[in-house]
Structures are given as structure tokens and as C-alpha cells.
């Protein structure tokens, strides 16, 4: 069955840049796009960002753009979200998804809590 | 950027009663909208998509509804489990992906 593995998250301070991993199995990894979806405490759900199946595409919300990237290797079914000049306001609970065929999100990663402060 | 207003924030429902949550687009999404459940501490579960979708495996009793900018979630006879929130998500219109802020359903 398919499953998502978050890791990487933590206790960073402002300026500072950690990243984030969610490996994938069950799955055809390299034929799907997948997300970045974050969740702040207490609030509701933000999407972060997107890779297309091959790599070739990437977007990010105005938020993050030009602080965060979103990679992958499909050669080790893992998608990488690397987080620059990490904000307090970055703080959140952070989950991998995979996409269905048309942008939304069937498969979740269970979540990973990157917390930003001095 | 297209935005998505759920009502209401909270709902109170008696078992084996109704559950109606709305979801309302900033513009028309046509069909391409997605519905979740999250219960605390867990990540969201997808229930719905395309508007009126269900899931496998998700129970007969959650239904969706709507197109454009109207959308509706119906839980038609509320069970203990269902106690959640409820996000709805566009994906017509992106970047970005957008959800809306979330109805609380709460067992009375």
C-alpha cells in the first residue's frame, strides 16, 4: 500500500534553513506529482509547494517563493523540501502528499513538526 | 488566487442526525473540488473529489455535492467517529492550491 515517510523537522532558529525528506513506497513514485502541505498549529491546511512526476516543473506559494525548494530523486522515491531564511511564521506541521490525477491529495505523509524560534 | 470560504466554523450534531457543511469559491471551480478529514493529531484523509466522488472505502453516509462556486458535504447520519474537521480544496485554478479554513463537527 502506498505510504509516506516525513523526517527531517525540528527546533531551528529564524535565518536558519533545515530540510525536510518524505520517502515513498507502494507506489510508482517517478509517475506522480507531489506536494509540500503545511499545517500551522491550531490553523488549517496551506499548500506549500509542487513538483511535477519528472522534476521538470516546480511552484511554490507566495509564502515560501524564493526561501523554500522542492526537489526529488525518483531514482530513491524521496521528495526533499529545503527551507531557507526559515521565518517564525514557517512554523508548522508539514506533510508530504502525493497527487491524484488532477491535484488533489490522496496519499498524506504523517506529518512532520518543524518549530522556528529564538 | 481563488478562495474558498467554509461555513459554518463549527457545527453541533446529534448521532444519527444530519451533518451539512458548505463550501463556497471565490470564482467558479467547475467540479475540481476535493473534500478532507482530519482528526486531531492525525494528517487530513481524502473523502471526496470531483465535487461528488467518494473514495474507496470511505462510508456510504458522507456524500458531496455542488459545482461552480456552491459545494456541499453531507454526513447523513452522524456516527461518533465522524467528530473532525472538514476542509474542502480547489484544485481548478493553480497555483496555488487552495483550501478552505475548515468546519469543526462536533458530536452533541
Known amino acids: 500500500q502506498v505510504q509516506l515517510v516525513d523526517s527531517g523537522g525540528g527546533v531551528v532558529q529564524p535565518g536558519r534553513s533545515l530540510r525536510l525528506s518524505c520517502a515513498a513506497s507502494?507506489?510508482?513514485?517517478?509517475?506522480?506529482?507531489m506536494h509540500w502541505v503545511r499545517q500551522a498549529p491550531g490553523k488549517g491546511l496551506e499548500w506549500v509547494a509542487l513538483?511535477?512526476?519528472?522534476?521538470?516543473?516546480?511552484y511554490y506559494a507566495d509564502s515560501v517563493k524564493g526561501r523554500f525548494t522542492i526537489s526529488r530523486d525518483n531514482s530513491k522515491n524521496t521528495l526533499f523540501l529545503q527551507m531557507d531564511s526559515l521565518i517564525t511564521e514557517d512554523t508548522a506541521v508539514y506533510y508530504c502528499?502525493?497527487?491524484?490525477?488532477?491535484?488533489?491529495?490522496?496519499?498524506w505523509g504523517q506529518g512532520i513538526l518543524v518549530t522556528v524560534s529564538s | 488566487e481563488i478562495v474558498m470560504t467554509q461555513s459554518p466554523a463549527t457545527l453541533s450534531v446529534s448521532p444519527g442526525e444530519r451533518a451539512t457543511l458548505s463550501c463556497r469559491a471565490s470564482?467558479?471551480?467547475?467540479?475540481?473540488l476535493a473534500w478532507y478529514q482530519q482528526k486531531p493529531g492525525q494528517a487530513p484523509r481524502l473523502l471526496i473529489f470531483?465535487?461528488?466522488t467518494r473514495v474507496t472505502g470511505i462510508p456510504a453516509r458522507f456524500s458531496g455535492s455542488g459545482s461552480g462556486t456552491e459545494f456541499t458535504l453531507t454526513i447523513s447520519s452522524l456516527q461518533s467517529e465522524d467528530s473532525a474537521v472538514y476542509y474542502c480544496?480547489?484544485?481548478?485554478?493553480?497555483?496555488?492550491?487552495?483550501f478552505g479554513g475548515g468546519t469543526k463537527v462536533e458530536i452533541k
Open positions: 507502494g507506489f510508482i513514485f517517478s509517475s506522480y506529482a
Open positions: 513538483m511535477s512526476y519528472d522534476g521538470g516543473n516546480e
Open positions: 470531483g465535487a461528488s
Open positions: 470564482q467558479s471551480v467547475s467540479s475540481n
Open positions: 502528499a502525493k497527487t491524484a490525477s488532477f491535484d488533489y491529495f490522496d496519499h
Open positions: 480544496q480547489q484544485y481548478k485554478h493553480w497555483p496555488p492550491l487552495t
